[in-house]
């Protein structure tokens, strides 16, 4: 793949592989590749039965990878996500059994039901893609994506996620319910017996990764990395905020913006690919102040007037 034409053809490819199986939520599937070309990791925040697990089934299906689902509960340990060293008495030496966490696609289900130590687990290798047990590194592979979940109507017995660990997620999406079109869909599918083993691989992981690099090449003007400087900013100086984002979320937004091109076919950012993700990208790096919390003001919103309030840098044409 050498073209952005056959670039985006791939990836509409793996959307279409998608959406068979995601009915009616092509703005999601579109989200998800763009998470995925940025390499980046996905937080979905919904109620179950959605098709969580279906997204990432179908996304590692699509690149021809492997996936796992981990099933996060209070008991878990760090060493269930990461591997363990073992020790092996007629070798007489330790020997790495990798944890469920060495695939290319990691589904954490119900992230927010472990400990935070447990949960901590996930920082190293979502951010360095690589685990250290025993002060020995072991990378996974190549690409890789965590999907975590988390139910927002189910407080008991869960941990939140603390600001360091949301951070390392590009984006948070919520799925929604499906139209009633959709919804028919879905039982006409398993009326008619459908299944993941009729999802074909449309690349290779290897192919995926090349992908990857090539979208980290997308041209971005340096007006609009100082536009992009300006957002983040600008949420720093937002009064509702007590924590604006970080530059680590100027780098996401630049990731994501550069990945939204290419999902649409161009091989340069413009200024509508970053308003596109932002909504996505920074709303969960804010911490608000308490005072605007109680009057119903939310991260969104602090997001959606920044937008609207920094200008956009003249001599970039949108679409």
């Given at each position: 793949?050498?073209t952005?034409a056959?670039m985006?053809?791939?990836?509409?490819?793996?959307a279409?592989?998608?959406?068979?199986?995601m009915?009616?939520?092509?703005?999601?599937?579109?989200?998800?590749?763009t998470?995925?070309?940025a390499e980046?990791?996905?937080?979905?925040?919904?109620v179950?039965?959605?098709?969580?697990t279906?997204?990432a089934?179908?996304?590692?299906r699509?690149i021809?990878?492997?996936?796992n689902?981990?099933?996060?509960?209070p008991?878990?340990?760090?060493?269930?996500?990461?591997g363990?060293?073992?020790?092996?008495?007629?070798?007489?030496?330790?020997?790495?059994?990798p944890?469920?966490?060495f695939?290319?696609?990691?589904?954490?289900d119900?992230i927010?039901?472990a400990?935070p130590?447990t949960?901590?687990?996930?920082?190293e290798?979502?951010?360095?893609?690589?685990v250290?047990?025993?002060?020995t590194?072991h990378?996974?592979?190549?690409?890789f994506?965590?999907?975590?979940?988390q139910?927002?109507?189910?407080q008991d017995?869960?941990?939140?996620?603390?600001?360091?660990?949301?951070?390392?997620?590009?984006?948070?999406?919520?799925?929604?319910?499906?139209d009633?079109?959709?919804?028919?869909d879905?039982?006409r599918?398993?009326?008619?017996?459908?299944?993941?083993?009729?999802?074909?691989?449309?690349i290779?992981?290897?192919?995926?990764?090349?992908?990857?690099q090539?979208?980290?090449?997308t041209?971005?003007?340096?007006s609009?990395?100082?536009?992009?400087?300006?957002?983040t900013?600008a949420?720093?100086?937002?009064?509702?905020?007590l924590?604006?984002?970080?530059?680590?979320?100027?780098?996401?937004?630049?990731?994501?913006?550069?990945?939204r091109?290419?999902?649409?076919?161009r091989?340069?950012?413009?200024?509508s690919?970053?308003?596109y993700?932002?909504?996505?990208?920074?709303?969960?790096r804010?911490?608000?102040?308490t005072?605007?919390l109680t009057r119903?003001?939310?991260?969104?919103?602090v997001?959606?007037?920044?937008?609207?309030?920094?200008?956009?840098?003249?001599?970039?044409?949108?679409?």
């Open positions: 793949m050498t952005i056959e985006s053809e791939t990836v509409n490819g793996i279409r592989n998608i959406n068979a199986v009915r009616g939520k092509e703005e999601v599937v579109s989200l998800t590749l998470c995925l070309l980046g990791h996905l937080l979905i925040e919904d179950p039965g959605l098709g969580k279906s997204l089934r179908a996304l590692a699509s021809g990878g492997s996936w689902r981990i099933q996060f509960t008991d878990l340990l760090p060493g269930d996500i990461t363990v060293s073992i020790f092996r008495q007629g070798a007489d030496v330790f020997e790495f059994r944890g469920p966490v695939c290319n696609i990691v589904l954490a119900e927010n039901r400990s130590r949960q901590s687990a996930l920082l290798v979502m951010a360095e893609h690589t250290t047990v025993d002060g590194s990378r996974v592979p190549r690409p994506m965590v999907i975590a979940t139910n927002p109507v189910e017995g869960t941990y939140p996620l603390p600001e360091a660990q949301l951070d390392r997620f590009l984006m948070r999406l919520s799925i929604g319910y499906p009633r079109q959709a919804e028919a879905i039982l599918d398993e009326h008619a017996g459908r299944s993941f083993d009729d999802v074909q691989p449309v290779s992981a290897d192919q995926l990764q090349q992908l990857i090539l979208t980290a090449r041209h971005v003007a340096d609009l990395l100082d536009y992009m400087v300006s957002l900013t949420t720093r100086e937002h009064p509702a905020v924590l604006g984002c970080s530059p680590r979320a100027s780098v996401a937004l630049l990731r994501a913006a550069r990945a091109a290419v999902v649409v076919g091989e340069h950012v413009l200024p690919d970053v308003q993700v932002a909504p996505h990208v920074l709303p969960h804010l911490l608000m102040s005072r605007e119903g003001t939310t991260p969104a919103d997001i959606a007037s920044v937008l609207q309030s920094v200008p956009v840098p003249p001599g970039t044409a949108q679409p």
